[in-house]
């Protein structure tokens, strides 16, 4: 593989490029500063298809399906963690990692999901610890022989409903020791499968259940400096495409009324409607949201999402407002059918250039034109920053950042294919 150019190049146009921006009152190397200060949420569950460490093998089961079956799966814990690290060489700026629950490391031994501790997570929080990664969680309510119904706290089942909320008080403590260990909060999410496949005849009784389980699990206090709480909706999944308990308006209201964060996945909502015009509303009411950027396909298909225009119109939404400190950046998907790692980098690096986008938009103009009434101003200037040399700041972040620039991460995940992915048998 060609390499991308070389650094003389990169610095001349990145020169230019900033002459440009300049002339708007744009500052591209403070820009550059902040866009690498974002951190965005890697999640683990990319690396392995969904699997975990419970000796699953492939079944994600609950609602979501990770489809292909590309070779190099990690298959525990060292190797999920030296290819994130591998990873991370490839992706500029902040990062930290997302891990569910049944990625715990039990030696072995079985340990069901209500009986977790945050000992089962030792070596994740050494790693966590030496790597400066900050480490997000999830409760993993679904491959579990508890959640074959396809309801877990909105069970019927008194049983099965105890179970899964003693699951989630375990996996509160858990992050609430993550968030101890790495000194800031660990964002929790709670995002269950629960529905029904074809059409429910009551729609109620589970969304109370849920509410009163929830209630349950969040009562149990926990130090707000460990551990941030959120609940992430959808709108349908396989299993449950007539019903699903959990759905927007169900944890709108709720994250309202219990003050916490809303996850909003870019995959579940109907596949034309952008979660861009949502931010701000929610925003009014919730302390704050926890994004899954994610690419949906037709459906909630997981794929890895691309600087595509949906994307784009999130982060701009986010930072023309400089809402940054209110949003927790993660990623969600997750794809079998293609090289693992190459999935993280290019999901990441779309964040990121999107991020990177939207800081440089000189935003401040197109408020002016608009506060003066001058619309036709407002829109002219809007199709003329689409247009500015925003590639060659691209470039520079990712020179300025050490990772490779253009495509020559490319031949960085041929290698690693080679020399450790093919051995994976
Ligand atoms: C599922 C949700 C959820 C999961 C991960 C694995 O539809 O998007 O966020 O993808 O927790
Ligand atoms: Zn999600």
């Known amino acids: 593989m060609k390499t991308y150019g070389n650094i003389e190049s990169i610095e001349a146009a990145y020169e230019l490029a900033k002459e440009a921006y300049g002339k708007f009152g744009i500052n591209a190397d403070a820009v550059v500063e902040a866009a690498l200060e974002i951190p965005i949420s890697v999640q683990c569950w990319q690396g392995d298809d969904v699997t975990g460490f419970e000796g699953a093998d492939g079944i994600s089961g609950g609602g979501i399906l990770a489809t292909g079956n590309y070779p190099g799966r990690a298959r525990n814990g060292d190797e999920l963690r030296a290819d994130a690290e591998f990873a991370f060489s490839l992706i500029p700026g902040k990062k930290r990692f997302s891990l569910h629950m049944f990625y715990a490391e039990t030696g072995g031994k079985k340990v069901d999901r209500d009986e977790l501790e945050p000992e089962h997570f030792t070596t994740w929080m050494a790693w966590s610890r030496t790597k400066e990664i900050p480490l997000d969680f999830n409760p993993s309510f679904f491959s579990h022989p508890l959640a074959n119904d396809g309801y877990t706290l909105a069970s019927a089942d008194p049983a099965i409903r105890r179970f899964w909320i003693r699951h989630a008080a375990a996996s509160r403590k858990i992050a609430s020791a993550f968030g101890a260990n790495q000194g800031s909060p660990s964002v929790t999410n709670i995002w269950i499968p629960d529905g029904s496949k074809d059409l429910p005849a009551d729609r109620l009784s589970p969304r109370r259940r849920l509410k009163e389980a929830l209630d349950e699990i969040l009562d149990v206090p926990q130090d707000p400096r460990t551990i941030t709480d959120a609940v992430e909706s959808k709108l349908f999944g396989i299993g449950s495409e007539s019903y699903v308990a959990g759905s927007h308006d169900f944890y709108l209201a709720y994250a309202t009324a219990?003050?916490?964060?809303?996850?909003?996945?870019?995959?579940?909502?109907?596949?034309?409607?952008?979660?861009?015009?949502?931010?701000?509303?929610?925003?009014?009411?919730?302390?704050?949201?926890?994004?899954?950027?994610?690419?949906?396909?037709?459906?909630?298909?997981?794929?890895?999402?691309?600087?595509?225009?949906?994307?784009?119109?999130?982060?701009?939404?986010?930072?023309?407002?400089?809402?940054?400190?209110?949003?927790?950046?993660?990623?969600?998907?997750?794809?079998?059918?293609i090289n693992r790692i190459a999935a993280w980098t290019i999901g990441a690096r779309s964040l990121r250039k999107a991020l990177l986008e939207a800081l440089l938009e000189p935003s401040g103009l197109l408020l002016e034109a608009e506060e003066a009434g001058k619309l036709h101003e407002r829109l002219g200037l809007l199709e003329e920053f689409k247009t500015l040399p925003f590639s060659a700041v691209w470039d520079k972040l990712c020179l300025d950042a050490k990772v490779p620039v253009g495509t020559d991460w490319l031949g960085k995940i041929a290698d690693y294919e080679a020399q450790t992915l093919s051995k994976r048998k």
Do not use: Y
């Open 258 to 337: 219990r003050q916490i964060k809303v996850c909003l996945d870019m995959g579940h909502f109907h596949p034309t409607e952008n979660i861009a015009d949502k931010i701000s509303a929610a925003l009014l009411f919730v302390p704050g949201l926890l994004i899954h950027f994610s690419r949906g396909v037709r459906w909630d298909s997981d794929h890895v999402p691309l600087f595509s225009d949906e994307l784009r119109e999130v982060c701009r939404e986010i930072i023309r407002r400089n809402i940054q400190n209110k949003i927790d950046f993660a990623l969600d998907f997750f794809d079998a059918s």
